[in-house]
Nanobody, 120 residues
Framework: QVQLEESGGGLVQAGGSLRLSCAHS????????MGWYRQAPGKQRELVAA???????NYADSVSGRFTISKDNANNMVYLQMNSLKPEDTAVYYC??????????????WGKGTLVTVSL
């Protein structure tokens, strides 16, 4: 059974930093990419940062230069370092893993999310 569990969310003042962690387990097929998404109240879920297995990264324009995604393959971890946080970064942050199924499709796995609140 695939499980993703996020941690590290919380309340921080604007300009501060947080580091989100995602522990994944139970994945037996190839991972295509890992990433972080967020969903603010009343808004759609959006991609924040993604990391492919070849090391390529992709960031939303709104976080580029402030957030950094990384992984620890040995420990099945994905991280999101968030610096210079802004109130508009307030959202529930979700860990995502895209897995290549043996049938040729891509399966998305999601964590339950961790809340990040940035105050003025």
């Amino acid at each position: 059974q695939v499980q993703l569990e996020e941690s590290g969310g919380g309340l921080v003042q604007a300009g501060g930093s947080l580091r989100l962690s995602c522990a994944h387990s139970g994945i037996i097929f190839s991972i295509n990419a890992m990433g972080w998404y967020r969903q603010a109240p009343g808004k759609q879920r959006e991609l924040v940062a993604a990391l492919t297995t070849d090391g390529s990264t992709n960031y939303a324009d709104s976080v580029s230069g402030r957030f950094t995604i990384s992984k620890d393959n040995a420990n099945n971890m994905v991280y999101l370092q968030m610096n210079s946080l802004k109130p508009e970064d307030t959202a529930v942050y979700y860990c995502n893993v895209k897995v290549a199924s043996p049938f040729g499709s891509v399966v998305n796995y999601w964590g339950k999310g961790t809340l990040v609140t940035v105050s003025l």
